[in-house]
């Protein structure tokens, strides 16, 4: 024990740094110990705190503005170019939510990213504190200390032009109200570069024009403020950046897709054939060669023959139990649709498309009866090319079955009206008619009468939605729309025709970009008490019902790599091979090759596949699930997107390696003898 001279002696000792006492000891293994422990216990956390202030030090003093933010996105550290650029101060900053001030468009994508433990990256809108707005690109790294889901978020933005340029923010400067250059800084502007002297009084020009219009769009708005922005810069290299933007901001097409560089993308030439095709407008009249083809070979007269023989098959159709109870499970996503091709010998909608129909009331919505709508898809039904080895009927019955089963969801339940659930089936249903089996681009290289007609734009999708109206205007024992009033039948024709032209994949990321737009309107954006639930109140503007359709059968055209493994490698092998004819017709005829890669002699299925599902549906789908909960179709698509990766190393490639794969006892699909 020590006495209280030597408690004296010991607090003098660690006033003057020592901060342990040792019991003298003369045993060597108690020494070490008590070393070791100093040494885990004082040195190493005095080390990792020191270098940790300096990583603090280091993040806060540099270049690249950095929020830190926890799992509910209240701002928890901000560095001092932060304050520097947008003009809030630590304290005001810290506590708040950060999307109050920095926000991003398609912030459900951002989020769907975030919650899996992903970076993500993109353009950030950030609200200056005199309500100017600036965008910078922006990583988000989430950070686990559980390791179980994210606990903190953190946010680099890349300032490298902003930073060095962007004054102190004072209260006195606003959008409406910009800081005037001094003119020893114009002057020193205009002699160092005249021509961008030239360039700033076309850009005042333009914008005196803009300020004395009477009605101001939006987009003009953004314009002023833009060129605003580049007036008040003195970096040459922002200036130009912003010039560029409101030159983008200029064109009528701010939503047609322009695929991201991808290496991997290029690297692959089955992908970059496919994308391609598929995303690509029209070639001009002149580059082309004629062929004989033509996709309108059906006649009016000779369509509506049929139904009449058709109205009998089916009416007095005595077919298997099976078949019955095939269609019991109508609804069901592991639906047998090639099962139903054979049962009814290559006429699956007509018998898919009644009993859906049925299920949805048609008939009563419409006010017909329901030899009417039988009569209707006979007429359909028989003007599908049944040659075609991909869009024939049974694509389309599968494509209305996909969609019938989306408007199953509960989202989908509170958004669509009858009417709506009617023209999304009729859109279904005809949105292939009288497919030629052969690309809108095919069709604009060989001049054909359907190009001529369309003036090369949107071709195929334009010749669906006309004949659609025209087979069932054509005769009243095919009209469904005879009983429906004035407003109501224009109301569904304007939806019929554009869910169809909405399956044109050219226009596949406009579509989707907008989508993601109504997807980013949450409950309590901008606020602290945030909500995971969609605002629906935007969801169920007119405009934006109008993109759900537009989506919902999109995701349901393309569906089939989200469809169970053995009926996935079916429809790639159909489509395939239809490819494959169409490049042999294009080599016999010397026209235009649109997809080279696709030669059925050296073409890999597996990597077609991959590619589209990398750069085509992948993020569609997954959004889309988000949208109705539908897990199944994104877990029946990375299932088979794995599997096709090991198809691919097996070196399963030509069609005749996916025919043999078929022939395993889990992988075989009824077929007609």
Not at 366 to 388: G, P, R
Not at 589 to 607: A, E, G, N, Q, Y
Request: aromatic fraction near 6%; hydrophobic fraction near 40%.
């Amino acid at each position: 024990m020590l006495d209280e001279k030597d408690h004296i002696v010991a607090l003098n000792l660690l006033e003057t740094g020592f901060s342990r006492a040792l019991i003298e000891c003369s045993h060597e293994g108690i020494l070490i110990n008590e070393l070791v422990g100093i040494y885990t216990s004082s040195l190493l956390p005095r080390t990792q705190l020191a270098a940790a202030h300096a990583l603090y030090l280091a993040l806060d003093r540099c270049r690249d503005m950095v929020h830190v933010t926890n799992d509910k996105n209240i701002v928890q550290f901000l560095n001092k170019v932060s304050e520097k650029l947008l003009g809030y101060k630590t304290e005001e900053m810290m506590g708040r939510n950060l999307s109050e001030i920095v926000f991003y468009e398609n912030s459900a994508l951002m989020e769907q990213q975030l919650a899996k433990g992903r970076e993500f990256e993109g353009n950030m809108n950030c609200k200056r504190k005199n309500n100017q707005m600036i965008t910078i690109n922006c990583r988000i790294i989430p950070f686990c200390i559980t390791l179980k889901k994210p606990s903190h978020y953190i946010y680099v933005y890349d300032t490298t032009y902003l930073s060095e340029n962007s004054a102190p923010i004072s209260p006195a400067s606003s959008p409406l109200h910009p800081p005037l250059k001094t003119s020893i800084l114009s002057n020193a502007r205009k002699s160092s570069d005249v021509r961008s002297g030239v360039s700033e009084g076309r850009r005042r020009s333009s914008l005196q024009k803009l300020h004395t219009l009477q009605l101001e769009a939006p987009i003009t708005k953004v314009i002023t403020l833009l060129s605003n922005a580049v007036t008040d810069t003195t970096n040459p290299e922002t200036a130009a950046q912003i010039d560029k933007a409101i030159d983008i901001l200029k064109t009528t097409e701010l939503y047609v897709p322009h695929l991201k560089e991808d290496r991997a993308m290029y690297s692959d030439p089955v992908a970059t054939d496919l994308v391609g095709a598929l995303l690509a407008s029209p070639r001009t009249a002149w580059e082309s060669r004629r062929s004989s083809s033509d996709s309108a070979r059906l006649s009016t007269i000779k369509a509506i023959a049929y139904p009449a023989n058709s109205r009998v098959q089916v009416k007095n159709f005595r077919g298997p139990q099976e078949l019955m109870d095939i269609l019991d499970n109508s609804l069901d996503w592991n639906f047998e649709i090639f099962k139903l091709e054979v049962l009814t010998e290559k006429r699956p909608l007509v018998f898919l498309g009644l009993t859906i129909m049925n299920l949805y009331q048609v008939p009563a919505t419409l006010h017909c009866d329901e030899k009417t709508l039988q009569n209707w898809l006979a007429i359909i039904e028989h003007s599908y090319n049944a040659e075609n080895s991909y869009h024939n009927s049974t694509h389309a019955a599968d494509v209305m079955q996909a969609t019938a089963r989306f408007m199953q969801s509960k989202r989908l339940k509170e958004i669509l009206e009858p009417l709506d659930e009617v023209a999304a089936l009729i859109a279904a249903a005809a949105h292939d008619i009288d497919h030629p089996g052969r690309s809108s681009q095919f069709l604009c290289n060989a001049n054909s009468r359907l190009a001529i007609l369309y003036n090369d734009l949107s071709v195929l999708e334009s010749h669906h939605a006309a004949l659609t109206f025209k087979l069932s205007l054509s005769d009243d024992s095919v009209n469904i729309f005879k009983n429906l009033d004035r407003d109501a039948y224009k109301l569904l024709r304007q939806n019929v025709i554009d869910m169809i032209l909405a399956t044109e994949m050219t226009k596949h990321f406009e579509h989707l970009a907008k989508f993601m737009n109504v997807c980013s309107a949450r409950i309590g954006d901008g606020q602290e008490t945030y909500s995971d639930s969609l605002d629906m109140s935007v969801v169920l503007q007119p405009d934006n019902v109008i993109l759900v359709k537009r989506m919902m059968i999109k995701c349901a055209d393309v569906s089939n790599p989200t469809r169970p493994l053995k009926c996935c490698v079916e429809w790639a092998r159909r489509i395939a091979e239809e490819y494959f004819n169409q490049t042999d017709e294009e080599k016999k005829l010397k026209m235009p090759v649109v997809m080279p890669m696709f030669d059925r002699m050296t073409c890999s299925i597996p990597k077609s596949q991959i590619g589209f599902v990398d750069y085509i549906i992948n993020d569609m789908i997954e959004a889309w699930d988000v949208f109705i909960d539908m897990p199944e179709i994104v877990g029946y698509m990375r299932h088979n997107y794995e599997k096709w990766k090991e198809y691919n190393e097996q070196g399963i490639s030509t069609l005749q390696d996916v025919e043999k794969l078929q022939q395993h006892p889990e992988m075989q699909i009824p077929r007609l003898s």
